[in-house]
């Protein structure tokens, strides 16, 4: 049986929202920066290990400073978030905490990412020596570019929507 999960990525503008899902989707990365107007959806299936197949129907949001001017009815039905910041700008992620908070309050029981993108642009210890920086502990630092834990982030919200 096949079941079809609504992911939204959220985030400030320029943080390589669609490039993952591009990565994801197409397996691509392009250099050129495209602004995102209004939403882009695209769909891909994903085979987990216990047999079951998730059509994930991946939904990318233009960007916002404030998490609250994204449209209400772009957000409705979802079953999963990814919330991405660009580790490299430190204005993408130093109130993220108020945009988790928000993401918790209006929807409680969905499961969500936080994925700090570009990891492609700094050292290892560049990331071990900042973390304290990014005030939420993301659970992937990913790569667009290189395809850097793309796979195993939607992979493994998929595996958490479908339990």
């Known amino acids: 049986m096949r079941v079809s999960k609504k992911i939204v990525l959220l985030g400030h503008f320029g943080v390589g929202k669609t490039s993952l899902i591009r990565r994801f989707v197409e397996d691509t990365f392009s250099d050129s920066y495209k602004v995102t107007i209004g939403v882009h959806i695209l769909k891909r299936e994903v085979e987990l290990e216990n047999g079951k197949d998730v059509n994930l129907i991946i939904w990318d949001l233009e960007g916002y400073d404030d998490i609250k001017k994204t449209r ?3 957000l409705l039905g979802t079953h999963g978030f990814i919330y991405v910041f660009d580790i490299t700008r430190p204005d993408t992620y130093k109130e993220i905490d108020k945009s988790i908070a928000y993401l918790q309050e209006k929807f409680n029981d969905i499961p969500f990412k ?3 993108n570009k990891a492609d642009l700094v050292t290892k210890t560049y990331l071990k020596e900042n973390k304290e920086e990014f005030i939420v502990r993301p ?3 990913t790569s667009a570019k290189t395809g850097a834990h793309v796979k195993d982030l939607f992979t493994d919200l998929a595996k958490e929507l479908i339990g």
């Open 72 to 74: 209400e009815s772009y």
């Open 139 to 141: 659970n992937y630092f």
């Open 114 to 116: 936080i994925v700090g």
